[in-house]
């Protein structure tokens, strides 16, 4: 049993012993990826297409009609899915299927379980910001049922259409919160009054978004014990970036890319900023600190997750980051390389939108993906010039009205 994995107790010979030995059982695999429309999800199928898997995307807009409801559009135009699919066969010679619809919709999800009957479900269907869960009673409905639903409809499908498929989700390290001591991967050996036991890592979300994250991991934990299903759970840090190594030369391959408070993760934001001659939005202090990873390693680590499972009654879990950063690390970073290509960029800090801790202590364990074979890509200078060049190839799609409008979680 690796350090970031239970199982639940079998004898040492049965279904709830994990191996390496199992986790190369084929070359090529079917893969579902549900929510395959999102920020994640479509480059995560393009990815898996070109390594040689079977591959299918699930999505029905969700993410797409929020922002557009709340004015919160993508810095360029997308296809729609099955353009998407289409672009990616002319591009790759690949092809990825398309289902539309909506997975709290069980009749939809049965239906595409018998059409696709995978070998690994690749689970991004939520909706994904923890702003847009904090801005009122109706987005908080949304966010409960809809991510919540969906991940049991989930479990209940592998369980009826393909019970020894490989579920990996994908979690949140806001799962965690920001605790007075390390952070450990996934689980805690605790001693009690002379006893011990592995528990799940305490868990103290600090917004609705991440509290169903929470959830989606009990969810996954109580099925493991229950079925003996195989999960890989990956508490994964803000992703930054939309270049993936499928679509350098493609543009219309590029992910949704999100730049205002609601939607857009920091470090693309701040890009934005410095482009638009905003000043970047620090909140607050500043000290916030959180993992953060490239685009290019969030792939990476779905991949090796998929191609390495978890084994049967084993609920794995994995914190998917590859450095640590403060806002203000970020924010001064992103400043030296635009004053370095001219850009002039200036830093404020406002007051703190959201409840949390602005100062705290910081320090996540993260050895599983890399010991599997991760090769981590570092924010470097480099590639701060490179995401800067390609949002400046899009300057003139950047509304600066929906950079920031003080979106409140109290």
Known sequence: ????????????????????????????????????????????????????????????????????????EPLYELPNLAERCRLWREHSGKRVEPFIGDLCDWDFVADVFRKFTP????????????????????????????????????????REFCPDAHIVKLGTMGEYGTPDIDIEEGWLDVEHKGRSHKFLYPRQAGSLYHTTKVMDTDLLWFYVRMWDLR?????????????????????????????????????????????????????????????????KDTLNCIRLSIENPAGRGELRIFNQFVETFSVND???????????????????????????????????????????GLEPHPLTEDVLKGLIE?????????????????????
């Not at 803000?238 to 408070?261: C, I, K, Q, S």
């Not at 009205?401 to 003080?406: C, K, L, Q, T």
């Open 1 to 72: 049993m690796t350090a970031g994995s239970c199982s639940f107790p079998r004898n040492a010979s049965g279904p709830g012993t994990s191996s390496a030995g199992d986790a190369n059982q084929a070359t090529k695999v079917k893969i579902l990826i549900l929510g395959g429309d999102g920020y994640l999800g479509w480059p995560t199928a393009m990815h898996l297409s070109a390594g040689g898997h079977e591959v299918a995307v699930v999505d029905n807009y969700l993410r797409r009609n929020l922002a557009r409801e709340e004015d919160s």
């Open 330 to 372: 970020l924010a001064e970073r992103v400043k030296y390389v635009g004053d370095e290509m001219g850009l002039g960029v200036k830093i404020e800090r406002i007051e703190n939108p959201r409840k949390e801790l602005e100062e705290h202590y910081y320090n996540p364990a993260h050895t599983g993906l890399l010991d599997l």
């Open 390 to 410: 390609v949002v400046q190839a899009h300057k003139d799609r950047i509304a600066t009205g929906r950079i920031f409008r003080g979106v409140k979680w109290t």
């Open 119 to 158: 070998d690994a479900v690749v689970h991004y269907a939520e909706q994904p910001s923890a702003p847009y869960s904090m801005l009122r009673r109706g987005a908080a409905s949304l966010t409960l049922h809809n991510n919540l639903g969906v991940t049991l409809n989930t479990i209940l499908a592998v």
């Open 231 to 295: 999960v890989t759970d990956l508490m994964q840090g803000p992703v930054y970036g939309m270049v993936t190594y499928e679509n350098e030369d493609r543009p219309d391959l590029y992910p949704h890319f999100a730049y205002d408070e609601i939607f857009g993760t920091v470090l693309n934001r701040f890009i934005v900023q410095a482009v638009a001659g905003h000043p970047l939005t620090v909140y607050g202090k500043g000290g916030q600190t959180r993992g953060y990873l490239n685009i």
